[in-house]
C-alpha cells in the first residue's frame, strides 16, 4: 500500500426536503435551486462540474471529484478526494429554504479512507464528521443515529448517520427504491490500466471518457441507461447512468497502490431480485477487485441475501456480515467479499 | 467575457412556423446548423450556456438555435429528445450528428468535423 495517494472512498450525503411544491411549478422543487446557487455549493466543498444531464425526473452533474444528483425533493452529493462534503450542508439548507423547502432527512455514508490522516476538516474523523452535522442541521431533526458497522477486515468499516424529523413509523416508501453502494479495492491490475489516458492521445474530458466507457463495457453494465462520462488527465474516470428517475453512477481511482472504485445504483422492491444480482456482478467484473464492499440502504430480505452469494462465480466470498436499523433509511446491510483463494 | 451581443447569436425558435422556416432555410446552402435542445428547468443546459455562446462567438460560419422543449415539445418529440440538453446537427434540412448531455468537448469535436463537410 502506498503512503500516500488520492483518496478514492468517497463521502456520500442524501439530503430529503419537504414544503409546499406549488402546482405551477410543475413540481420542480429543487430543480429550481438556480444554477450559481449550486455553485457556490460545490464551491464550498471544493469541487467544479465537469459534465451533465437532466432529464424530466432529474439533473445529473459528474464533478471534478465525483456526483451530484438533483431531483424535486432529494439532493445525493458523493465526493472523494479531499472534499470537505459537509461543508454544503449549510448553503444547501440556506438555498433550499429560500425556494420554501425544509429538510426532513439527512443521511451520511462513507466507507474508511485509505489516507485518513490526509482528511481536511470536518472529516479528520467521523465523531467530527457527526458533530459537524448535528451542529448544523435543524434541531426537530430529533431521530438520529450513528453507527460505524464492522466487517472482519480493519480496512473495511461502513460509517452511517441519519438524522430526520419523521417519527418511526412514518418512514416513507414512496417509490419503494433502494440503494446499494459498492466499494472495490486492489483493483485487477489490467483492468485498470484501461482508465489511464493513452499517452500523446491527448482525449480527456468527455471524448476520453467515452471512449472508456465503450472499451472496459461499462456501457452493457445497464443498456438501457444513458451515460455521462470523463475521463482524467493523466488517469481516473468518473459516469453517471440515468434511466428514467434511476441513477447510476461509478468513479475509477486506478493508480496501483491504492486502485479504487465505486458502483451506486439504484432498485425498487418491485423489481425482480436477481436483476440486481446481475447488475452488480457486471459492474465488479469490470474491474476484478481482491476486496468488495456491499451496503443496501431499504432493501428487501430477499435482495440482502441474493448479494451475499452474488460473486462468488466471480471468485469472491462473502466474509461478513452486519445489519441495523437506521432513522428513515431503515435497514442497513454491510456485506464485504474478498478472493475465495484468500483465507 | 466578450461583449454581451453575442447572445444574438443564437436565435430562440418561438414557433413551429419558425421552426419550420429554419429549416426549410438550411436547404439553401451548405450552413451547418445545431439545435439545441433545453429546457427551463434542466441545471445541466445552464451550465452548457457559456460553451455554446463561446462557440457561436467562434464559428460565424455555423448557425445556432435553442429550442424549449416545452415550447415546442412536437419538436422535441419528432427529435426524439429524452435528455437535456440534446444537439441536433442538421445540413440541408437532414440531421448529421447528435449529442446527448452538456459534454463541452465533445460538442466542439462535432461542430469542427462538420461546418465544413458536404
Known amino acids: ?343 | 467575457m466578450g461583449n454581451r451581443s453575442s447572445t444574438a447569436k443564437i436565435v430562440e425558435m418561438h414557433s413551429l412556423a419558425q421552426w419550420n422556416e429554419k429549416l426549410a432555410s438550411t436547404k439553401q446552402s451548405n450552413k451547418l446548423l445545431v439545435m439545441d435542445f433545453s429546457a427551463t428547468w434542466c441545471g445541466p443546459c445552464k451550465w452548457m450556456e457559456p460553451a455554446i455562446e463561446e462557440y457561436a462567438n467562434t464559428y460565424p460560419d455555423v448557425e445556432f438555435i435553442k429550442i424549449d422543449v416545452d415550447t415546442l415539445a412536437d419538436v422535441a418529440r419528432e427529435y426524439k429528445v429524452e435528455a437535456m440538453p440534446t444537439f441536433v446537427l442538421i445540413k440541408k434540412g437532414k440531421e448529421i450528428a447528435r449529442l446527448t448531455g452538456a459534454k463541452k468537448s465533445e460538442l466542439r469535436n462535432l461542430i469542427e468535423r462538420h461546418r465544413n463537410s458536404n
Not at chain 1, 13 to 18: A, Q
Not at chain 1, 26 to 48: D, I, K, P
Not at chain 1, 150 to 172: D, N
Open chain 1, 1 to 343: 500500500m502506498a503512503v500516500s495517494g488520492f483518496e478514492g472512498f468517497e463521502k456520500r450525503l442524501e439530503l430529503h426536503f419537504f414544503g409546499d411544491i406549488d402546482e405551477d411549478d410543475n413540481m420542480l422543487g429543487l430543480r429550481l435551486l438556480e444554477f450559481e446557487s449550486l455553485e457556490q455549493v460545490l464551491f464550498a466543498v471544493q469541487c467544479t462540474v465537469v459534465s451533465a444531464v437532466g432529464n424530466p425526473f432529474f439533473d445529473a452533474y459528474v464533478l471534478s471529484e465525483s456526483s451530484l444528483f438533483v431531483y424535486p425533493t432529494k439532493i445525493i452529493i458523493k465526493t472523494c478526494g479531499t472534499t470537505q462534503l459537509l461543508k454544503s450542508i449549510p448553503p444547501l439548507i440556506h438555498f433550499a429554504n429560500n425556494l420554501g423547502l425544509h429538510l426532513q432527512t439527512c443521511r451520511y455514508t462513507r466507507g474508511n479512507f485509505i489516507f485518513p490522516k490526509a482528511q481536511p476538516f470536518p472529516h479528520t474523523s467521523f465523531k467530527e464528521e457527526v458533530v459537524y452535522i448535528e451542529q448544523n442541521i435543524p434541531i426537530n431533526l430529533c431521530y438520529r443515529k450513528a453507527s460505524v458497522m464492522p466487517s472482519k477486515l480493519p480496512a473495511h468499516s461502513w460509517h452511517v448517520f441519519t438524522a430526520t424529523c419523521l417519527p418511526p413509523l412514518e418512514f416513507p416508501h414512496e417509490d419503494a427504491a433502494f440503494t446499494v453502494e459498492v466499494c472495490m479495492t486492489e483493483l485487477n491490475r489490467h483492468l485498470a490500466r484501461q482508465f489511464f489516458m493513452k499517452s500523446g492521445d491527448g482525449k480527456t474530458g468527455d471524448i476520453g471518457g467515452k471512449e472508456m466507457t465503450e472499451l472496459t463495457g461499462i456501457d452493457t453494465i445497464n443498456p438501457g441507461a444513458f451515460i455521462c462520462d470523463f475521463a482524467f488527465d493523466p488517469c481516473g474516470y468518473s459516469m453517471n447512468g440515468i434511466d428514467g428517475d434511476r441513477y447510476s453512477t461509478i468513479h475509477v481511482t486506478p493508480e496501483d497502490g491504492f486502485s479504487y472504485a465505486s458502483f451506486e445504483c439504484v432498485g425498487s422492491v418491485y423489481d425482480d431480485p436477481d436483476d440486481i444480482v446481475v447488475t452488480l456482478k457486471k459492474a465488479v467484473q469490470v474491474f476484478m477487485p481482491e476486496t468488495v464492499s456491499v451496503s443496501t440502504t431499504g432493501c428487501s430480505r430477499e435482495v440482502w441475501t441474493k448479494v451475499a452469494h452474488a460473486f462468488e462465480p466471480l471468485g469472491l466470498k462473502c466474509r461478513s456480515f452486519a445489519m441495523d436499523e437506521f432513522p428513515a433509511a431503515g435497514t442497513i446491510v454491510f456485506q464485504t467479499f474478498t478472493a475465495a483463494r484468500r483465507k
